[in-house]
């Protein structure tokens, strides 16, 4: 519990810094105190005024400092609210590059954190022989996906503890076209990716499955097998597969060439960012590749 509320506070913490950084690219200042307003009190006898709805924020700076002033009291939902309909507005904005990267940090703290989310998440009371690996099978999801949710630093987990397990249904789309890897939820954009496809546009396109998920994984390659930390070894850190024979998602020793259609077909990725996928992908996730 005490890491979990840790993690909240960092979160928000981050979260805060990042929506005023946006603010502060167009010169707006501290926030203005809220002045306080005697309101008269209203006869027994009178009838009540009716109030007016709450106009929308009118400006994108508005916007920003309602994610800002909802991060700061944890309200991580409406932050995303409130970013999306910044999105929405503004999307002629300049800035419109970096609300998108913070509703993107925002929905990956919302994802791992221990928040219910309506219809996206469910709480699971351990029963006496349970495994985080059993429960991670029931939900079609992973095991350190789980512990992280959970701010759990080992598989260990006893009856009656109440685990918060996130339903909605990942998947992967990548686009040729731009090098990107988008991480979906139910459809929803949570995060995206840069990465390398297939030169002369080979990478494959279509749906297909991760079969395989390999840590650290050695490269078969023109009959040898070149185990992973060679220098010859170009998969980088993780590995996931496709039901498609030699095709997959996999780390990189070139970061550099990120963004390019450099590869034999696969598509690489970032160490960090793979890492990050590997422990939130179960086998089975769809991946589709668009042109």
């Known amino acids: 519990m005490k890491r979990n509320i840790l993690i909240g506070v960092l979160a928000a913490v ?5 929506v005023w950084g946006i603010s502060l690219k167009r010169g707006v200042g501290s926030p203005t105190p809220a002045r306080r307003v005697d309101v008269p009190a209203i006869p027994a006898t009178a009838a009540a005024p009716r109030v007016a709805k709450a106009a929308a924020p ?33 999307a ?3 800035r419109i590059g970096d609300v998108q990267r913070q509703l993107e940090a925002v929905n990956m703290s919302v994802l791992v954190s ?6 996206l998440t469910a709480q699971r009371e351990v029963a006496a022989g ?3 690996s059993m429960i991670a099978d029931e939900f079609r999801t992973t095991v350190p996906f789980i512990m992280k949710q959970n701010g759990l630093t080992s598989d260990t987990i006893r009856a009656g503890q109440r685990l918060r ?5 990942l998947g992967i789309l990548i686009d040729k076209s ?3 890897l988008m991480l979906r939820s139910n459809e929803d954009l949570v ?18 499955k991760i079969v395989t998920k390999l840590v650290k994984p050695a490269w078969t390659h023109e009959g040898r097998i070149i185990p992973y930390g060679d220098p010859a070894n170009i998969l980088g850190s993780r590995w996931l597969g496709f039901d498609l024979s030699s095709y997959g998602i996999h780390g990189t020793t070139e970061p550099d060439k990120i963004g390019q259609q450099v590869t034999a077909g696969c598509v690489r990725m970032r160490n960090a960012d793979v890492e990050e996928l590997y422990d939130l992908l179960p086998v089975n996730t769809e991946v589709t590749i668009m042109d």
Do not use: C, H, M
């Open 114 to 119: 221990g928040l219910a989310v309506p219809e």
């Open 58 to 90: 009118s400006s994108l700076d508005a916007l920003l400092k309602e994610a800002e002033a909802r991060a700061k009291k944890g309200e991580f939902l409406e932050v995303q609210r409130v970013l999306r309909d910044a999105l929405a507005r503004f």
């Open 178 to 180: 731009q090098n990107t």
């Open 191 to 208: 995060k995206t990716y840069p990465v390398s496809t297939g030169k002369d546009n080979i990478t494959p396109v279509g749906t297909f």
């Open 92 to 94: 002629a904005d300049p």
């Open 14 to 18: 981050v979260l805060i810094a990042l």
């Open 165 to 169: 397990i996130w339903t909605g249904r």
């Open 130 to 132: 349970d495994t985080l």
